[in-house]
């Protein structure tokens, strides 16, 4: 935006510093005027007079004090507005340096360097404050564009995949006609109903952080039932129980995401399980002012700095990605997505007998 040049900050801060010790000598000096005239005996003012006359020389003398005290009174004036200047001058370039740094820092990160911070030294005060809320906003900047970055790597990866692989069936049946027709037909099938799942996975996690929806009143016990009911024979088939507890849990959202994010809990708890006679247990509760989704799941055990980076998008274990039913790597991330949608919380805690702990934390109705 172009506007109109003006004074700085600095100069207007010298000149209101030179103002207000102006104004404050002027009221000096009017008392100490006032003091002489109202408070000074008549006598002590007096040089001519008889003593039958009331006061025949005060007027006189009234005068000569007048200016005599003038031209002092404006050398006093004119010294104080030079100190006012300068020093006004010097403690507003001091009390703006902060200022300077976080613009230096602001600048160089309009720049495209998100790597630099303020870092202001001395005790907490309003521009300390101000260089540390921005120093974390560079800081949360900075990991956001990284994600970022990360996220657009690994999609073009996992994208590109598909294609690559599509291709080389495609030259492998053109290179050999006798080749077997209904096996090519079988894998493209295959490989491109895992692109389409990546497409729509992608579009999923796109639309959930664009809070496009009108919040409709819903209940997570209820979703939570739907999505164990809707994934029963995948748990038949991977010889995991189910099992569902808890209490009503209303909240506000799109019925649709919320389905979508449990259903996603629920799945992953379920394939990255035991081998045999897994669990999954997913409960819901009620606090004073939020409502909970709890998925808890047997299996490997997991770190705690595994567990953190599992929300983010393609971040899976070696054993996820060779796994037969290996995702598209974006669950966690749709589930991440939504909760903050919503205005929720999304919580992965290891389980100290392995597997996981994740919770949706929502405002309640």
């Given at each position: 935006m172009d506007r109109a040049s003006g004074l700085s900050v600095r100069a207007r801060l010298a000149l209101s510093y030179a103002g207000f010790l102006m104004l404050a000598g002027v009221l000096l000096l009017a008392a100490v005027w006032v003091f002489l005239l109202r408070y000074v005996p008549d006598r002590a003012l007096m040089i001519n007079g008889s003593v039958d006359a009331p006061h025949p020389g005060v007027f006189p003398v009234r005068s000569n004090l007048l200016r005599v005290f003038a031209p002092r009174a404006a050398a006093v004036f004119a010294l104080l507005l030079a100190f006012g200047l300068a020093g006004g001058w010097v403690l507003a370039g001091r009390m703006l340096a902060p200022m300077s740094r976080i613009a230096d820092a602001a600048r160089l990160a309009s720049a495209g360097s998100l790597s630099h911070r303020v870092r202001l030294p001395g005790r907490k005060d309003e521009f300390r404050e101000l260089a540390d809320a921005f120093d974390e906003m560079l800081a949360r900047l900075e990991a956001h564009v990284a994600e970022q970055q990360r996220f657009a790597a690994n999609a073009s990866h996992e994208l590109r995949t598909p294609l690559a692989t599509s291709k080389a069936l495609l030259d492998v049946a053109r290179s050999d006609p006798r080749h077997d027709t209904a096996e090519v037909l079988d894998r493209l099938h295959a490989v491109n109903a895992r692109a389409i799942d990546l497409t729509e996975a992608l579009l999923l996690l796109?639309?959930?952080?664009?809070?496009?929806?009108?919040?409709?009143?819903?209940?997570?016990?209820?979703?939570?039932?739907?999505?164990?009911?809707?994934?029963?024979?995948?748990?038949?088939?991977?010889?995991?129980?189910?099992?569902?507890?808890?209490?009503?849990?209303?909240?506000?959202?799109?019925?649709?995401?919320?389905?979508?994010?449990?259903?996603?809990?629920?799945?992953?708890?379920?394939?990255?399980?035991?081998?045999?006679?897994?669990?999954?247990?997913?409960?819901?509760?009620?606090?004073?002012?939020?409502?909970?989704?709890?998925?808890?799941?047997?299996?490997?055990?997991?770190?705690?700095?595994?567990?953190?980076?599992?929300?983010?998008?393609?971040?899976?274990?070696?054993?996820?990605?060779?796994?037969?039913?290996?995702?598209?790597?974006?669950?966690?991330?749709?589930?991440?997505?939504?909760?903050?949608?919503?205005?929720?919380?999304?919580?992965?805690?290891?389980?100290?007998?392995?597997?996981?702990?994740?919770?949706?934390?929502?405002?309640?109705?």
């Open positions: 796109s639309r959930a952080g664009q809070r496009s929806f009108t919040p409709e009143p819903v209940d997570l016990s209820l979703l939570a039932e739907e999505a164990v009911e809707t994934l029963v024979p995948l748990a038949d088939r991977h010889g995991v129980a189910v099992e569902t507890v808890g209490e009503v849990a209303p909240t506000t959202g799109s019925p649709a995401l919320l389905l979508q994010l449990t259903a996603n809990l629920v799945h992953n708890a379920i394939v990255h399980n035991l081998p045999e006679r897994g669990t999954v247990r997913v409960s819901t509760a009620v606090r004073p002012e939020t409502v909970l989704l709890t998925v808890e799941n047997t299996g490997e055990k997991v770190t705690a700095q595994t567990a953190s980076t599992l929300t983010e998008p393609f971040q899976r274990g070696t054993e996820r990605v060779h796994a037969a039913h290996a995702g598209v790597g974006l669950g966690l991330a749709i589930v991440r997505s939504i909760a903050q949608a919503h205005d929720g919380m999304l919580t992965l805690a290891p389980r100290s007998t392995g597997g996981l702990r994740v919770t949706v934390e929502l405002p309640a109705v």
